[in-house]
């Protein structure tokens, strides 16, 4: 839990992240599905991974990737267990959308699959759900974050 003195910080991840991304990823497979750890080392490299930390830990990450277009997509994200539900998973969506202004994007493309309640959080931070489109195993809602 976070306590009164305990500060979140986002940054960029770092090779050195990589198995606590990969934990906290597999900790979430039900939600986000077998995430590869080399995919993810690829993303680190391409510096779009973002972790949010505490004072001992990382406590979330987003990845995402920046197209060549206005849109930046968000890929996974997720945030330990016993820190949900406190403004993590929106702090690492505040992060993400302001290194995505930074580099000229002027919305986030989320496509959550439609039975979580992943697409309420989206709703509640300003996300517009544009579609719901057939996934390979479930429908996924298709939402936009304009910057």
Known sequence: ??????EITTRKATEADIDMIKILADSHRQELGFVRRPALL???KRNEVLVAQNSHQIIGFVEYHCRRDEQATLYHIAVET???SQGIGKILINA?????AR???TFVC???PADLPANE???NIGGQLM???PGKRRSLSVWRLML
């Open 1 to 6: 839990m976070i306590s009164g003195n305990d």
């Open 42 to 44: 690829e993303a680190i």
């Open 82 to 84: 016993d820190y949900q």
């Open 96 to 100: 993400l959308c302001a290194e995505a």
């Open 103 to 105: 580099v000229g994007k």
């Open 110 to 112: 989320i496509k959550c």
């Open 121 to 123: 959080f989206y709703k």
């Open 131 to 133: 579609t719901v489109e």
